[in-house]
């Protein structure tokens, strides 16, 4: 089992940036495709960007598309997730997440094996 452990994350003003990054270790056969998911007070977790092993397909949620970037670095066992044009409705707890899927850019939680610890994202209006 592969273990993630994410850092960034933070308070910032609408209109503002953020990255985070997620780094993982262990067996990393169970994190070929790699996402982000997030969680607000009182919803269910949702997709918000996933990228393909390699790197070479990226898929985002409708909501963030054009503002957040998704990217890996494989020599570094670290996928980020830039976030820009913050909005306050991107408040949430955000969590990468490791799938043994080797093709791809999986959508749905069920098919990820391996979750980080989740870290706060909070956009002040």
């Known amino acids: 089992q592969a273990q993630l452990v994410q850092s960034g994350g933070g308070l910032v003003q609408a209109g503002g940036s953020l990255r985070l990054s997620c780094v993982a270790s262990g067996r990393t056969s169970s994190t070929y495709a790699m996402g982000w998911f997030r969680q607000a007070p009182g919803k269910e977790r949702e997709f918000v960007a996933a990228?393909?092993?390699?790197?070479?397909?990226?898929d985002y949620a409708d909501s963030v598309k054009g503002r957040f970037t998704i990217s890996r670095d494989n020599a570094k066992n670290t996928v980020y997730l830039q976030l820009n044009s913050l909005k306050p409705e991107d408040t949430a707890v955000y969590y990468c997440?490791?799938?043994?899927?080797?093709?791809?850019?999986?959508?749905?939680?069920?098919?990820?094996?391996?979750w980080g610890q989740g870290t706060q994202v909070t956009v002040s209006s």
């Open positions: 990228i393909s092993w390699r790197g070479r397909n990226t």
């Open positions: 997440a490791g799938s043994a899927v080797n093709w791809g850019t999986p959508k749905r939680g069920s098919q990820y094996d391996t």
